[in-house]
């Protein structure tokens, strides 16, 4: 009992706002500030890698893996720009000093000096841009996800010059002799052809469902790879697309509807295809069928994204874990031994060489 | 006829309810008092929740989605109720806080943990109660309420209340409409920080509660109805600025129920059917987006309270629960039936030792849980003073949300609940120190063990699936301080607390490691408040301070959003003559224009003042 008295009503008091106060004091001092890693850019030869983050959550980023040092630098566009670069980086692609980076749920492409990764100019007012191609000495494409519109870009003034209505929604790109092959991915099954001089859709091509990505080999002859829709409904298949004269030249179907494979690459000869199939699987273009083999099987979560260097045929696959935490790139020679692992962002995507010869 | 003594014991259980929840020895509840709530009786529970206590609120912005979070866990551990029963989206298995208006609710009451459970299943983080009940002290009652204020807000909200001694009628409306179009400073998206307005903000919201109450011999029979209907654009994050989007969203809720509530001298029982309607449509006119989802949610709760010695108490509380959902991203219609079995043992073991223990059996889905368990001990520390210690464990399960087992693609049916260890352990105390001091303190610990957490992983064909694999460790202490000093018609009273919340992942199923040990994204750290009322006279005037600590916004901690210090101010003059009373009141919200976000890249206002005139005229019965 506290016997009545002002001087202990006033230790009371004292007592238990000490008792507040040291407690809030010592419950702040418990936490440990944790530190945000120092970004450390490397300049030279190697692969950016675009780690897309989680949608809506803004936290995509550019990675850095370089060859003279053997190490991987994180968060290079907020590093070098305090600022983050944007909500889920799609792809990206370099034109001599500037490197371009599609921002698909930003609606921008981020226009950076390729050697210092300095922010330079930011192109807007794009709807779901996914993939860009140069389609001339200051001209490109963007397609787009969710628009009918391939949108036009003055490389010049970096602005939307125009649109290109294909009344239907775009993927990827690949341009060959001033003719832009555009893929109509989700729940399409079509190859549409853009007359790159007049800026007009002057064809198109039926190939298998949903046309993922698309490559060109050594003798201009467009691959195009169709994972077959989500639903499994379809059957996956492989289309050589003759560029002279826009139709298909060979189907290779896949065997099974399980059969999902993504990510289309070829090497710098364009003799040999690369793709992502529960691994990393290759196939020479003149191979009479799809490979039954795996040259690089997968080691725990799926695949991702892969690229192959062009000019020593490296093979670079990324796997992004749960997609929630940190992914890594991995790093093979092109026999498929394994190389190096690297601890990259937050779902690591679509990578983009810059090499020095 | 009724005795003027009877009527006034039977309206106390029913406000209050606490033979069946807030009032139950050693766990941690907290009342919003009545002033707190008439200060933002035309705000959101989010905003009256995250300025008073130690609730961390997300919101992505004025009028947009809100959603609560207690001590580390995840919103969907939070449960929100009116009278005991759901309000939460059985599809999302949360609740959305900028739906409903704090002068809508007669009292709100936060069950900290395991405190939540005799109330509620499911509340792994806790629980919070919006009351609404009979005031049989009131012959008549009208309160007229019109607000304004920045950003083309304008509120009203008229309450009236029509009672006999026998029956009472009480309604309460709600409208309010609001642009939205605050400035904020936009340092993501050009080379340069930019001042701009927020656009595609519109808020307009409806609401409607139509209660009446039905006294009997020691027994209260109650209908209620609650309406309410909220159409918002949604804007887009700072980094998602594409033309054309048009994002919106329109919710409509109707919510029904009836209950008879008898109080004899040994015993009382409550029983409470009720039925949910919710809708919710999205539009994302860029992405072809076209949600439309439309849950029908029916309760039946049956509570019965006994006593069976002197000093000890017995409960029984069954509910059957159907959820039925009508939605176009389900394969077909879905429905669930959990149907609860609770007991509790309230024991008074001496004048200072009281425990309860409370054992709870779930059927879900036809399939037996493994059940639930709580027990709370409480001391008190002196015989004829409040000074207290309080401890208690219990195991939690919170069932799947619908859109967990039957999203398509990626649901899960054969999701397990989840689950949690709570060990809580408090210090309280409560003295008038002189007649004309106050002062109340209380410390408290907690460790709270979630296993099978729910998480939505990509699966084999390129979509994401749910899966019971997350563990995560979440303890802290939270504390907190009252000083209340009154002297003639000078009345000064200070409420503080501060919250430390370390939430961290473990090591999950799949054996990945890198995030274990981080602390939880949009988990606070630190989070502290503090609020001092003075009264004189017919003047008043209240200043609240809120500081939250940084937030991690990426798994690895690398990112986060910078701690944040709001200050508000509400300030105004009632005038009393006979049965009539007018209030002005202003209130100066975020009085340093401080910029802040509470998620990511979406920014929430600066100052803002708001205008609030209050006319009301009471009869006593």
């Known amino acids: ?357 | 006829m009724i005795s003027q003594k009877d009527t006034i014991r039977i309206g106390e259980v029913i406000i209050q309810r606490s033979k069946y929840s807030s009032d139950l020895p050693g766990y941690k509840t907290e009342r919003l008092d009545s002033s707190i709530l008439e200060s933002y009786s035309q705000l959101s529970i989010a905003e009256v929740l995250e300025e008073n206590l130690n609730i961390s609120v997300r919101s992505y912005g004025m009028g947009g989605t809100a959603t609560a979070t207690f001590r580390g866990t995840a919103a969907g551990h939070t449960k929100v109720e009116w009278n005991g029963i759901d309000l939460g989206n059985p599809m999302l298995g949360q609740s959305d806080l900028s739906l409903i208006t704090t002068g809508m609710t007669d009292g709100i009451t936060v069950y900290y943990g395991s405190a939540s459970m005799p109330l509620v299943n499911g509340g792994i983080g806790g629980a919070i109660n919006l009351t609404t009940g009979p005031d049989w002290e009131q012959r008549s009652k009208i309160s007229v309420s019109t607000g304004t204020g920045s950003f083309g807000h304008y509120s009203g909200l008229l309450k009236f209340i029509k009672s006999t001694r026998t029956f009472q009628s009480s309604t309460k409306v709600f409208t309010q409409t609001s642009e939205n179009d605050f400035r904020y400073l936009d340092d993501y998206t050009g080379p340069e920080p930019v001042w701009q307005t927020r656009t595609h903000n519109q808020v307009n919201h409806k609401s409607l509660i139509q209660e009446f109450y039905l006294k009997g011999p020691g027994s209260v029979t109650s209908a209620r109805i609650w309406y309410q209907l909220t159409d918002r654009n949604l804007p887009s994050s700072l980094l998602t600025q594409q033309p054309g989007s048009d994002e919106k969203q329109y919710d409509e809720a109707l919510r029904s129920m009836i209950s008879y509530h008898f109080t004899g001298d040994r015993s009382d029982y409550l029983i409470t059917g009720a039925w949910v309607r919710n809708r919710l449509n999205y539009t994302n006119r860029l992405a072809s987006v076209h949600s439309r989802n439309l849950s029908d949610a029916s309760t039946v709760k049956m509570n019965w309270f006994g006593t069976i010695s002197g000093s000890s108490r017995l409960g029984f509380t069954i509910e059957d629960d159907l959820d039925i959902i009508h939605t176009n991203n389900y394969r077909s219609a879905a429905r669930r039936n959990k149907m609860s079995m609770t007991a509790l043992l309230d024991s008074k073991f001496s004048p200072s030792v009281s425990s309860v223990i409370l054992i709870r059996e779930i059927m879900d889905r036809d399939r037996f849980l493994v059940p639930d368990f709580s027990t709370a001990l409480e001391l008190k520390l002196l015989p004829s003073r409040d000074y207290f210690i309080k401890a208690s464990i219990s195991k939690n399960s919170k069932l799947p949300g619908m859109n967990d087992l039957y999203w398509y693609p990626g649901g899960n049916p054969d999701l397990k609940n989840e689950y949690s260890f709570n060990y809580e352990m408090s210090y309280s105390m409560k003295e008038n120190i002189t007649p004309i001091l106050g002062l109340s303190y209380e410390l408290t610990g907690y460790r709270n063990n979630i296993r099978d957490m729910i998480q939505w992983l990509p699966g084999e064909f390129s979509y994401w699936t749910a899966d019971n694999i997350g563990k995560v460790n979440s303890y802290g202490l939270e504390t907190s301080l009252s000083l209340r000093y009154v002297i003639g018609s000078i009345s000064t009273e200070l409420k503080s607390g501060y919250a430390l919340t370390r939430a961290e992942n473990k090591v999950n199923d799949q054996g990945e490691e890198f995030m274990a040990g981080k602390q939880l994204i949009y988990i606070p750290v630190n989070k502290a408040n503090v609020a001092l009322k003075l009264t004189y006279d017919n003047l008043f005037a209240t200043w609240t301070s809120c500081f939250t600590g940084k937030r991690y916004i990426t798994s690895d901690n690398s990112r986060y959003l910078p701690e944040y210090f709001i200050n508000n101010f509400y300030g105004g003059i009632r005038y009393r003559r006979k049965n009539i009373s007018v209030l002005t009141e202003l209130g100066v919200d975020n009085i340093f224009n401080v910029y802040y976000q509470t998620i990511a890249y979406y920014p929430l206002p600066g100052r803002f003042c708001t205008l609030k005139i209050l006319l009301q005229i009471v009869k006593k019965q």
């Open chain 1, 1 to 357: 009992m506290v016997p009545p008295g002002s001087l202990n009503q006033l230790y009371l008091l004292m007592k238990n706002l000490i008792l507040f106060l040291l407690s809030a004091f010592i419950l702040q001092a418990c936490t440990k500030d944790l530190e945000i890693p120092s970004a450390d850019f490397i300049l030279g030869g190697g692969v950016l890698v675009l780690n897309e983050g989680n949608f809506n959550s803004g936290n995509g980023s550019l990675s850095f893996f370089s060859y003279d040092s053997m190490k991987i630098s994180n968060d290079l566009y907020y590093s070098v720009n305090s600022k983050p670069l944007g909500d889920v980086p799609n792809s990206m692609i370099i034109k001599e000093d500037k490197a371009y980076i599609v921002v698909n749920n930003s609606g921008k492409i981020e226009v950076l000096d390729q050697s210092t990764l300095e922010h330079r100019s930011t192109i807007s007012g794009l709807i779901s841009p996914r993939y860009m191609a140069i389609v001339g000495s200051n001209k490109a494409y963007v397609t787009s996800l969710y628009s009918d519109s391939v949108a036009i870009i003055n490389l010049l003034s970096n602005s939307v010059s125009g649109y290109i209505n294909i009344r239907r929604t775009s993927e990827s790109i690949v341009v060959c002799n001033n003719k832009a092959y555009v893929a109509n991915w989700v729940g399409g099954h079509e190859i549409m052809v853009i007359d790159g001089l007049v800026d007009k859709v002057v064809d198109s091509i039926s190939v298998g469902m949903e046309p993922e990505s698309m490559v060109l080999d050594r003798y201009q002859a467009l691959w195009v790879l169709c994972n077959g829709g989500w639903a499994r409904e379809n059957y996956a298949e492989l289309d050589r697309i003759s560029t002279i004269t826009n139709t298909v030249a060979k189907q290779y179907k896949f065997s099974t509807l399980e059969a999902s494979p993504t990510s289309l690459c070829i090497d710098g000869f364009g003799q040999t295809l690369y793709y992502l199939e529960n691994g990393v699987r290759q196939m020479d273009i003149n191979a009479e069928k799809i490979p039954a083999s795996i040259l690089i099987p997968e080691s725990g979560s799926p695949y991702y994204k892969l690229a192959i260097n062009p000019v020593n045929s490296d093979i670079f696959v990324t796997d992004p874990v749960d997609y929630v935490q940190d992914g890594y790139l991995l790093y093979h020679k092109n026999d498929g031994t394994f190389v190096a692992k690297f601890r990259a962002g937050v779902i690591p995507g679509s990578m983009c060489f810059r090499l020095r010869f």
